[in-house]
């Protein structure tokens, strides 16, 4: 029987949720093709993610490896394409995170197996993949079909499928390492955590999320105005905290935190999926864009297509006439 | 140090008015403003300070047509030494992995410590060229890289992971490394510079040239193929509030207020 590879993606101790994500479509295109989905671990002594996997999987392929304690593309490549060039499998699910991509495109050239890369839904039909993927900041969905091989390799976008309560009882594999040297080229020195201290964004109540729409640094009193008249707090898309505006955690999104604050009002923020990922489970969303066509609409309970600038202050009058506060 | 960064002239769409068009494959492209990647633009900086800090060469490199000589000439006020653009009618429908085979036959045999390129392009954003590239060319990679310290033969570098999380890893040169954004401030290019740059020679090559095949390039040598482009499905449609300023700012104050949040 042909297998669906799932990778498994675990950091300090824990799996991350795209593994469960990528098991549940795994497991739904398995029974599609009349494969099975087979979760693959690598990692040192880590037999009790393998318990954990087997929960969600036919079975486990693990292989413990003091080499493989933390995350190497390159130790991670050598042992996947070793294991893909002895079961064949149909399909390859690597997370479209961090990991995933410094594996997953050399890994396929490596094999010369075709990949798509950042998928947020895919399809097998008669061996053959198809893939939906966005494109210019999520302003635009395509279908791609993959040239047709006996083996397939995808990344998946993140919180693009849902993980699945656990409902199997799969065997535990373990298979000896295949590496047989040091990987020297290059090498996991440590982790960088962010600074301590600054401001929990993810314990507000009320949060003024500003993206590039904000255009310069002397404009941002105007927005911390209206976060303080609000009683909130300042937070942002990736654009302004690279161009050094707000410290990094007060960044929303993929790279930054997770909010669900009871009202989110998005200023001159397009929407990319990897800011929406952060915030689209707030209780109360207003979107404020020119574009009409900004993703942000889509994912918002209520939209403002204006020049931020001709809104800000307005609101902040507004707000203060309201608290008997006017200036 | 001798360093490559390779760069893509796109449409910048982020607050455009965007049309699919009539193949309904892709953008309809006129009227759209192009530019080098935002990713890129870090990449270049990064190549450019490197330069000014150990010295050695910045080459520039584009797999595009003659419109893609604006952001070669970016880059050549910028700071770079050499431009060279990748352009054949054959190379048209390329995926990321054509891309990298185009640019891996034009950069063998070019003299390199280091190849730098954006994490992934704002257009399409396979986050593939760098790590495919560094692959075919038998050199280590490091993808979404946030500081680069280099030393005699290796380079010590702060990956981005998830939730503010970095990894630090050390490389050994030859390496690509492909930069996110962030990692420094490019700089402004002053006029005079970009009026210098316009009298700068950029290389221009073909398929012949690199010594690839047809198949190799374009849709043939390609692993993917865009079938369909549409408009995403909508997953809450927000509720627009329509009027002037003013009476915009009234409905989400009274709204506001209605749910007990000011």
């Known amino acids: ?327 | 140090m001798d360093v490559i960064v390779c760069v893509k002239h796109v449409p910048e769409t982020a607050e455009a008015d965007i049309k699919i068009d009539s193949t309904g494959q892709t953008l309809e492209k006129t009227g759209l403003v192009f530019d080098i990647n935002e990713w890129d633009d870090y990449a270049l900086e990064e190549a450019v300070r490197i330069k000014e800090k150990i010295g050695g060469t910045v080459t520039a490199i584009t797999v595009g047509s003659e419109d893609a000589d604006s952001t070669l000439r970016k880059c050549l006020a910028r700071g770079a030494d050499k431009a060279i653009r990748l352009t054949d009618a054959k190379f048209i429908g390329s995926d990321a992995y054509a891309v990298a085979k185009i640019l891996h036959s034009a950069i063998k045999g070019l003299p390199f410590s280091l190849i730098l390129t954006g994490a992934l392009s704002d257009d399409d954003g396979y986050t593939m060229v760098g790590p495919v590239l560094a692959q075919l060319l038998g050199i280590p990679h490091a993808t979404m890289v946030k500081k680069i310290d280099l030393s005699e033969g290796s380079a010590s570098v702060n990956r981005e992971l998830e939730g503010g999380l970095e990894e630090r890893v050390e490389l050994r040169l030859p390496a690509v490394l492909a930069v996110q954004t962030g990692i420094n401030e490019p700089r402004y290019v002053s006029i005079l510079g970009i009026r210098k740059a316009m009298k700068e020679e950029i290389k221009v090559l073909g398929l012949a040239d690199i010594g690839l095949s047809e198949n190799d390039v374009g849709e043939t040598g390609s692993w993917l193929k865009i079938e369909k482009m549409f408009v995403p499905p909508v997953e809450k449609q927000a509720e627009f509030i329509k009027g002037t300023p003013d009476e915009v700012t009234s409905k989400i104050t009274e709204l506001l207020k209605s749910r007990g949040l000011i």
């Not at chain 1, 950091?11 to 795994?26: H, V, W």
């Not at chain 1, 080229?185 to 955590?193: N, P, Q, T, V, W």
């Not at chain 1, 201290?197 to 105007?222: C, F, Y």
């Not at chain 1, 864009?289 to 600038?309: C, R």
């Open chain 1, 1 to 327: 029987m042909k297998e669906i590879f799932v990778l498994a993606e675990h950091r300090q101790g824990q799996i991350r949720d795209i593994t469960f994500e990528m098991l549940a479509k795994g497991k739904q295109l398995a029974e599609k093709t009349k494969s099975e989905v087979v979760a693959v671990l690598l990692g040192k002594e880590v037999q009790a993610h393998a318990k954990a996997l087997s929960q969600y999987a036919k079975k486990v392929l693990l292989i413990d490896d003091s080499r493989l304690e933390n995350f190497n593309s390159k130790a991670y490549q050598e042992v996947l394409s070793s294991l893909i060039k002895e079961y064949k499998p149909l399909l390859i699910m690597i997370g479209h995170t961090s990991y995933g991509v410094d594996l997953a495109p050399s890994l396929a050239a490596a094999l010369n197996q075709p990949i798509a890369t950042d998928c947020i839904d895919l399809d097998l039909e008669d061996e053959k993949l198809s893939v939906t993927r966005q494109m210019y900041g999520g302003k635009v969905n395509v279908k791609a079909t993959v040239r047709k091989s006996e083996s397939y390799i995808v990344t998946i976008r993140q919180a693009a499928f849902a993980a699945e309560k656990p409902a199997m009882n799969g065997e535990t594999v373990q298979k000896p390492s295949p590496l047989t040297q040091d990987i020297t080229e290059k090498r996991f020195i440590k982790y960088i955590l962010p600074p301590p201290g600054g401001v929990d964004i993810t314990a507000a109540d009320i949060l003024l999320g500003i993206g590039r729409g904000v255009k310069d640094q002397a404009n941002m009193p105007i927005v911390e105005d209206l976060a303080k008249t609000l009683g909130g707090v300042l937070a942002c898309s990736r654009p302004i905290v690279d161009k050094g505006w707000l410290p990094n955690d007060r960044q929303v999104g993929t790279s930054g935190k997770t909010v669900k604050p009871k009202l989110y009002i998005a200023l001159g923020i397009s929407g990319a999926f990897q800011h929406l990922i952060g915030m689209k489970n707030s209780d109360l969303i207003i979107a404020v864009n020119k574009d009409p066509n900004a993703p942000i609409f889509n994912f918002s309970d209520y939209g403002v297509v204006e020049d931020l600038f001709k809104i800000v202050p307005s609101l902040k009058n507004k707000i203060l006439e309201l608290k008997g506060q006017k200036t």
